[in-house]
């Protein structure tokens, strides 16, 4: 592999473009990073011929880094625990107590819409799916829409996991910063996360709609619910209501997150922001599992899961973040090798102002999401990208970074194509293409919003 200094021209700008375009194309994002990877090392490469086992070589090094490897690890772990809630019938039993509760105002039932989707932190499938499962017959009960129930499903977990550090959002972020030399990845998510424009202004939008029964463009259409017998099947493990124990989900998640401020305090020498986030989140994860392990060696073997399987289920799910995590790192490494950023820093000195290059790294991560369906696949491309641009031109890493964040859950949220919103239509017992529609508005609210904020932060640098 050659020694880079400076940058390798246009050249530089291959691997971000491929990735990018075959993204666009196949919807698909590991395939997309490793042709990025792949064209990255070619160019790199002394010996052309060998460049395929110089590219594996550079996966190896790049996830076998200490810090990386514990990211991509918890990664993969916390679907370990997170299956493990499931099967030991902790989403059910929290299902089964909010429904035991009578609740017969509307107030009530947003509160606990609400209460529900910012406890469940951990994951956004199984956030929605158990809120879904739970307020939904509440909102039939009240005439409220499943539209508008999805609409508040989808945006409350979306935005609220991608503004949580102690998940496997939060590890993502910290993997692609250190990805990018950035010795305190922690900090700066934390930094990051007030200027997390998009995310904050569309958990304010739900709560206005909430409080003023706002019914924005399409959801005219459906002011009060109707027929919710329409769609596709529900996940069982979540509608099964049978000696589910609410414990086994809210025990692991407090300690989770207990045990990572602990780590954060003890590794930052009494100063949680300066702690070590990369292994808080890991050592968090590990002792959350063994806490619900001996949970569950408490609990009658016949009703109980089978530990192990369960574990490696979850692992299993899960290994394609892991997969995910090991080629976005490669990518963001090669990019730095070309001096990807250094040129895009050139071209845009004297030929754009500095204070839209925060509005323009969004709207770009909007457009690629929107497409995509992806917002970790937008990460991926972008903040390689964002980050030798803001330490080239003065800006903010922050702020640049925020601006990708934003920009990539944009599309998560809004997109046809995301996962998320097919699993919103699922949990709400509409059509996604319904419920896309009669989200966009309020979307767009707030990213229009989001786009005047990181212009007024540009003109504070």
């Known amino acids: 592999m050659m ?26 994002i590991i395939p997309a990073l490793l042709a990025g990877g ?10 052309k011929w060998g460049f395929f086992f110089e590219y594996l070589d550079q996966v190896i090094r790049v996830a076998g880094d200490r810090s990386n490897l514990q990211l991509i690890l918890f990664g993969v772990l916390v679907g370990g625990l997170i299956k493990l809630m499931e099967k030991s019938g902790g989403f059910s039993g929290m299902v089964s107590y909010l429904e035991s509760k009578k609740l017969h105002k509307k107030r009530h039932i947003y509160l606990l819409t609400w209460l529900i989707g910012l406890f469940m932190l951990l994951e956004n499938y199984s956030n929605i799916l158990v809120n879904g499962t739970t307020v939904g017959p509440l909102y039939d009960r009240l005439g409220i829409s499943r539209e508008k129930m999805a609409y508040f499903l989808h945006t409350i977990s979306i935005n609220f996991i991608a503004l949580v550090v102690v ?25 990051a996360m007030p200027l997390n424009f998009y995310c904050i202004l569309s958990l304010v939008m739900v709560l206005l709609t909430m409080l003023f029964g706002w019914n924005l463009g399409a959801m005219r259409k459906y002011p009060v619910s109707h027929d919710v017998s329409t769609v596709t099947e529900e996940d069982p493990s979540l509608l099964s209501h049978s000696a589910g124990k609410a414990w086994y989900v809210i025990i692991p998640v407090v300690v989770m997150v207990v045990t ?14 300066e702690g070590e986030g990369t292994a808080s989140v890991f050592y968090a994860v590990i002792v ?29 799910e ?14 963001g490494s090669l990019c730095k090798q070309l001096g990807t950023g250094m040129y895009i820093a050139g071209l845009a000195k004297g030929h754009f102002p500095v204070f839209l290059l925060p509005a323009l790294f969004f709207l770009v991560s909007c457009l690629i999401s929107f497409s995509t369906g992806t917002s970790y696949g937008t990460f991926s491309i972008m903040v390689p990208l964002a980050i030798p641009v803001a330490m080239a031109m003065g800006i903010p890493l922050p702020l640049m970074f925020a601006a990708c964040i934003s920009g990539g859950v ?28 009669t989200q966009l508005p309020y979307a767009l609210i707030s990213a229009t919003g989001a786009i005047i904020l990181f212009v007024v932060a540009g003109l504070w640098i």
């Open 3 to 28: 020694e880079v200094t400076g940058h390798f021209g246009w050249l530089s700008l291959l691997p971000p473009l491929i990735a990018l375009g075959l993204a666009l194309w196949k919807k698909k």
């Open 38 to 47: 792949l064209t990255g090392v070619l160019i790199l490469s002394v010996s």
């Open 167 to 191: 998940n496997s959002w939060g590890a993502f972020y910290m993997t692609l910063l250190s990805g990018q030399g950035i010795d305190r990845p922690f900090e700066l998510v934390v930094r």
């Open 260 to 273: 990572m401020l602990l780590s954060l305090w003890i590794t930052g020498g009494g100063r949680l922001i």
């Open 288 to 316: 959350a599992i063994l806490v619900l392990v001996i949970m569950l060696m408490f609990r009658e073997k016949a009703k109980r899961p089978p530990i192990e399987k369960t574990i490696y289920s979850g692992l299993g």
């Open 318 to 331: 899960f290994a394609e973040i892991g997969i995910l995590l090991a080629l976005a790192l490669t990518l």
């Open 410 to 437: 944009f599309g998560d949220n809004t997109s046809p194509f995301s996962d998320t919103s097919v699993i919103t239509g699922v949990s709400a017992k509409i059509n996604v293409v319904r419920h896309v529609e």
